[in-house]
C-alpha cells in the first residue's frame, strides 16, 4: 500500500512537471512576449515576429490613417494629419477620402 501512494505521488508529481515545462499554456501558446503565431499576441493587438510579439510589421498593421510602421513600432507618420490642428500654423490639413492627410503651406 505505501508503495503504491509513493508510486501516485510520483505520477502526480511527474504530471505537474511537464504541463509547467517551457512556460507554455497549452491552450494560449508561448508566455506573452513569446509567440507562435500572431494569434498568441492579439490581447496586446500585436503581431508575432520570429518568435516575439511586435507592434507591426507593415504599416497596415498599425491603427489609424496617420500611424506607419518603423522598426516594428507604430508611429505618427511624418508630417500626416488629421486635422488643421496636427499642421504648424501656417500651415492646413489635406485630407482626401482613404489617404492619409498631409500638411501644406496656406
Do not use: W
Amino acid at each position: 500500500m505505501k508503495k503504491m501512494l509513493i508510486l501516485v505521488a510520483m505520477m502526480a508529481f511527474t504530471l505537474a512537471l511537464a504541463a509547467s515545462c517551457g512556460g507554455k499554456d497549452a491552450k494560449k501558446g508561448p508566455t506573452y512576449p513569446a509567440c507562435e503565431t500572431s494569434a498568441h499576441c492579439a490581447d496586446h493587438n500585436q503581431v508575432c515576429m520570429n518568435g516575439n510579439c511586435v507592434d507591426c510589421m507593415k504599416d497596415k498593421d498599425c491603427k489609424g490613417k496617420c500611424a506607419e510602421c518603423k522598426n516594428n513600432t507604430c508611429q505618427k507618420a511624418p508630417g500626416c494629419c488629421k486635422s488643421d490642428k496636427d499642421c504648424a500654423a501656417d500651415e492646413m490639413c489635406i485630407v482626401r477620402k482613404g489617404v492619409k492627410g498631409f500638411c501644406k503651406k496656406k
